[in-house]
T-cell receptor
Framework: EPEVTQTPSHQVTQMGQEVILRCVPI?????FYWYRQILGQKVEFLVS????????KSEIFDDQFSVERPDGSNFTLKIRSTKLEDSAMYFC?????????????FGPGTRLTVL | AQTVTQSQPEMSVQEAETVTLSCTYD???????LFWYKQPPSRQMILVIR??????QNATENRFSVNFQKAAKSFSLKISDSQLGDTAMYFC??????????????FGKGTRLSVIA
């Protein structure tokens, strides 16, 4: 069964460094999402992406964040200058079509630790 | 803004017994969907069940069923005949229903369920 994959599973970085989190969505999916979960808190929406552009972003997704689909298969989240509060589990998701009738399939997550 | 509240951080149930996980939500939307996602220890979140707000009939998927009380804004998940494989974090989630594009999910904090042999 096709699934969303994410690499790395765990990333440790120093404050101020740039990180890129990678996701490979399910191959025929068109809609992509990033969510994050700070330890002990809710899973929060960051950004959605369709047709090579951002569809919607939350207030968490500030200028330090960017997303890209560089090669038609990968979907990346870049954090330019990491802060301690960026430490969280980051989940990628994809769906075939948009809207609530179309299930969002989640990846296993990348645990980001900022020291 | 929508909010989703899960008031039970942790629960446990004996194998083969029934357990109910609670979820309440707040919204001014009239058209929306509610979901329960399961996140086993391996961390891949998977959809368990979905409920459309305009449908009065409660959704069921095999051993999983919901009790959707729209007026009370309550959406509980009942797991019957609990199995060891049901051990996971369970997230309740909300989605606006009228949009066809990228539609973000709004999650609760989750309930950690342990099924005991």
């Amino acid at each position: 069964e096709p699934e969303v994959t994410q690499t790395p599973s765990h990333q440790v970085t120093q404050m101020g460094q740039e990180v890129i989190l990678r996701c490979v969505p399910i191959s025929n999916h068109l809609y992509f999402y990033w969510y994050r979960q700070i330890l002990g808190q809710k899973v929060e929406f960051l950004v959605s992406f369709y047709n090579n552009e951002i569809s919607e972003k939350s207030e968490i997704f500030d200028d330090q964040f960017s997303v890209e689909r560089p090669d038609g298969s990968n979907f990346t989240l870049k954090i330019r200058s990491t802060k301690l509060e960026d430490s969280a589990m980051y989940f990628c998701a994809s769906s075939n079509l948009g809207g609530p009738d179309n299930e969002q399939f989640f990846g296993p997550g990348t645990r980001l630790t900022v020291l | 803004a929508q909010t989703v509240t899960q008031s039970q951080p942790e629960m446990s149930v004996q194998e083969a017994e029934t357990v109910t996980l609670s979820c309440t939500y707040d919204t001014s939307e009239s058209n929306y969907y509610l979901f329960w996602y399961k996140q086993p220890p391996s961390r891949q979140m998977i959809l368990v069940i979905r409920q459309e707000a305009y449908k009065q009939q409660n959704a069921t998927e095999n051993r999983f069923s919901v009790n959707f009380q729209k007026a009370a804004k309550s959406f509980s998940l009942k797991i019957s005949d609990s199995q060891l494989g049901d051990t996971a974090m369970y997230f309740c989630a909300f989605m606006k229903g009228y949009r066809s594009g990228n539609t973000p999910l709004v999650f609760g904090k989750g309930t950690r369920l342990s099924v005991i042999a």
